[in-house]
């Protein structure tokens, strides 16, 4: 059995899912494996959630147990003798403290950074509201929607099963090498959304590679209840 590295609870998740170009996202693309599609549409995704009650390797953390995490994901799958494994692949992941970007940097390559952020949630009788909101530059962005109180399941084959049903994550670490990593989570509940707003300078945040993104609407919106996860601590190569 795989050891679990960190266990943590992912709450109100926020996708507001962008339609792009296959050429924007190649750059970033590991080696072995290949864009995902929806419909023939290839996406990708700034996400907001809260990240709670961390654990690593079954030990609190009690300091940095609970923060918003704000990223920006494509979705990628890659063939093996296994099966399809369908996954994502983060261009940045934003927190607020300085030590989890560090650990993570050092630990797996990714990309993380450390900015202020902070969070809104408003539970009502009719509807739940949900704000993250993080500065860069002297700049607050934000992203956020109200929702339906009632969740309901995620229907097969829909858009939201499409994006939120990726359990693997895929980090490059040179031009010819892969890491791959396993997520373990149920399958979630989704809250229909009744409304979004998104202020975010995805060229300040992200580089001048993502500003035409400051022109488009978003595809869809949606909010993922979330659930306990567990990322497991072995990373195969490929």
Not at 156 to 179: D, K, L, M, Q, V
């Amino acid at each position: 059995m795989s050891r679990i590295f960190l266990s943590a609870r992912w709450e109100h998740l926020i996708m507001a899912n962008y339609a792009v170009d296959t050429e924007s996202l190649k750059p970033y693309l590991p080696a072995g494996v290949e864009l995902d599609e929806f419909h023939g549409k290839t996406y990708l995704s700034l996400v907001g959630f809260m990240f709670r009650n961390i654990r690593l390797f079954g030990v609190p953390i009690p300091f940095f147990g609970s923060f918003e995490e704000i990223n920006l994901r494509f979705y990628v799958k890659r063939q093996t003798p296994e099966g399809l494994r369908r996954g994502v692949v983060f261009i940045n992941e934003t927190v607020p403290y300085r030590p989890v970007a560090w650990l993570a940097n050092k630990l797996y390559k990714e990309h993380y950074t450390a900015v202020p952020t902070k969070h809104l949630i408003k539970d009502q009788a009719e509807t739940l509201s949900v704000q993250y909101a993080w500065k860069r530059h002297k700049r607050w962005h934000r992203l956020s929607v109200e929702a339906e109180h009632r969740s309901r399941h995620m229907e097969p084959g829909s858009a939201e099963e499409f994006i939120f049903e990726h359990y693997f994550g895929y980090t490059r670490i040179s031009e010819t090498a892969t890491e791959e990593y396993r997520v373990q989570h149920p399958r979630w509940n989704i809250r229909p959304v009744l409304k979004y707003a998104l202020d975010c300078d995805f060229a300040d945040m992200y580089g001048p590679a993502f500003g035409f993104l400051n022109k488009q609407q978003p595809d869809s919106v949606m909010l993922a209840e979330g659930s306990p996860v567990q990322v497991l601590w072995k990373r195969n190569r490929i």
